[in-house]
């Protein structure tokens, strides 16, 4: 009875050693994910709130200096929540100028294209865009 008694404890003790060994390699694998997980926190996301006009005049000005000023724009349109702007020289872009208006991002999809994500206020920003490309006399 001795050994039976042996054996049923070193099975349980092997059962539980499995349990436990499973349980941190759980633990170690969500911590890492974590730390690779390409989810942005709340706290980091970025909130456009143009909330006036000015605002939106501003963001107009910072985005028109970024993209190298009016006589480097060939174009601007939208489309759904992005200018979509074609351009006469790649390099006179300045993205960082550009993103400094606080911006959703800026792609650049080709050398003659940058699309600039605004969000739900960009029809307001195209024509104070265009205003500012094309000042009444």
Do not use: C, F, W
């Amino acid at each position: 009875m001795d050994r039976d008694m042996i054996m049923i404890i070193a099975a349980v003790s092997a059962v539980v050693a499995v349990i436990i060994g499973y349980s941190i390699y759980r633990s170690i694998k969500r911590k890492n994910a974590d730390k690779l997980s390409m989810k942005i926190a709340e706290d980091d996301k970025l909130h456009i709130t143009l909330d006036n006009k000015a605002d939106m005049e501003e963001v107009a000005r910072i985005i028109l200096a970024g993209l190298g000023g009016s006589e480097n724009v060939q174009s601007v349109d939208h489309d759904g929540a992005r200018l979509k702007i074609q351009i006469n020289e790649y390099g006179a872009v300045d993205e960082k100028k550009i993103r400094s208006a606080k911006v959703g991002g800026v792609l650049r999809p080709s050398k003659t294209a940058v699309h600039i994500i605004i969000g739900s206020e960009v029809l307001p920003v195209e024509a104070e865009l265009k205003k500012l490309m094309n000042p009444v006399a």
